[in-house]
């Protein structure tokens, strides 16, 4: 099967309301369909007679050395998509050397994720997500449940300083979990109110005091995701970020903002080496990886096609998203004669005339 093959699986195996809260964006979807779209317009101009029949593919990120270079994308609620949800996505991600980025909006608490990563890798990279919370007990209880459960790294969100309005959200009325699902992580955190979890809070006036504060925190490495900007992407480096992800949140966030790949190559030049960068939003193919590696990144993150794929054949289906997305993109670096994700450099990317 295909990824668009699973994807139509997906879309015949969840009801309508959880498929559009993960097929949706916010707005009129500008933003969602300008991710995918933006890849279109970057070719690859290939270098040959220089590559090698063996090639490595391989990445070393915060907390996850030697990892594929494609990560899974922190996506909310995956026990909506699947009954086995989070651990089944875990495993998946174990067996295909992926990170797994979890967080506060999974369904199963982060010792269970990571379990389930461990039950089928030796040493599984399980990064967790969370939002920058602006009371800091609340901060610090889920910064300690991420490291007692394992995890090698954490992923603060700085795109959400509000809610996203998600349209086909408020149109099916889906504002709430349904009964029997929770953000488990978020369970017994100072302020929950006794038996059930906090609501996940966002807040405008979180700043980069609170990234600061939340390294002092922990010895975790800290990456911080959603930033578009170059300037974003310099204060990151220098309030001591281990890694940038550029990211609009999959067009779920503000629908006025550039495709995601378009604002890396700038955020690269700023960043200049000095921690990895890594994108995600629209990446679908093989091809897709080799443009964003050619930018800059040093590893694409994917959301949607791993909920697809979980929703349409659980474990084995998100194993498949990500065999197939690594194994296109090695086929790509194939074709463009490398033999290391080095070898692809920002003068083999070009712009297609837009005459079509
Ligand atoms: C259903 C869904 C839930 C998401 N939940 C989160 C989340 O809890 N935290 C977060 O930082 N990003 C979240 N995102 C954004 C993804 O991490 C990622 O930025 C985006 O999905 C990438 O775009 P793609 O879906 O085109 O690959 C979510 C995205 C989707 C589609
Ligand atoms: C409170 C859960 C937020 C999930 C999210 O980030 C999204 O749906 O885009």
């Not at 090698?52 to 270079?69: I, K, M, N, Q, Y």
């Not at 379990?115 to 990279?125: I, Q």
């Not at 900007?229 to 309030?239: I, K, N, T």
């Amino acid at each position: 099967m295909t990824l668009r093959e699973l994807h139509d699986a997906a879309r015949a195996a969840l009801d309508p309301v959880t498929y559009d809260y993960v097929a949706g964006g916010a707005g009129e979807e500008r933003v969602l369909a300008a991710n995918e779209r933006a890849f279109d317009r970057y070719a690859l101009l290939p270098r040959v007679l220089c590559g090698s029949e063996t090639r490595d593919t391989a990445v070393d990120l915060p907390g996850a050395p030697g990892a594929s270079p494609v990560v899974v994308a922190p996506t909310a609620f995956h026990r909506l998509a699947h009954r086995h949800g989070e651990r089944a996505t875990a495993r998946a991600a174990a067996a295909e050397g992926a990170v797994l980025v979890t967080g506060t909006a999974a369904t199963t608490a982060v010792a269970g994720v990571v379990a389930a990563a461990r039950g089928t890798a030796a040493d599984p990279a399980v990064w967790f997500q969370l939002y920058p919370h602006p009371r800091r007990d609340v901060t610090e209880a889920l910064v300690r449940r991420a490291e007692d459960a394992g995890c090698t790294a954490l992923v603060l969100t700085v795109d959400s300083p509000v809610f996203g309005r998600h349209t086909r959200d408020l149109r099916n009325g889906f504002t709430d979990l349904p009964p029997g699902y929770a953000a488990e992580n978020m369970r017994g955190l100072p302020g929950a109110p006794p038996g059930r979890p906090a609501a996940i809070t966002m807040s405008p006036a979180v700043s980069w005091r609170d990234i600061d504060r939340t390294r002092r925190m922990t010895a975790l490495p800290v990456l911080v995701k959603g930033v578009l900007h170059p300037r974003d992407a310099l204060l990151a480096v220098e309030h001591g970020a281990a890694g940038v992800i550029v990211s609009n949140h999959g067009g779920r966030q503000c629908d006025t903002v550039p495709a995601a790949v378009d604002c890396l190559p700038a955020v690269a030049r700023a960043v200049a080496g000095r921690v990895p960068v890594l994108l995600d939003g629209g990446v679908r193919r093989g091809g897709d990886i080799a443009v964003a590696l050619a930018l800059g990144a040093s590893a694409v993150g994917v959301g949607r096609p791993v909920v697809w794929g979980l929703a349409a054949e659980g474990e084995a289906g998100v194993r498949r998203v990500l065999a197939a997305l690594r194994d296109e993109y090695d086929h790509t670096l194939a074709l463009c004669g490398g033999r290391r994700n080095t070898d692809l450099t920002g003068d083999m990317v070009v712009r297609r005339e837009e005459t079509w």
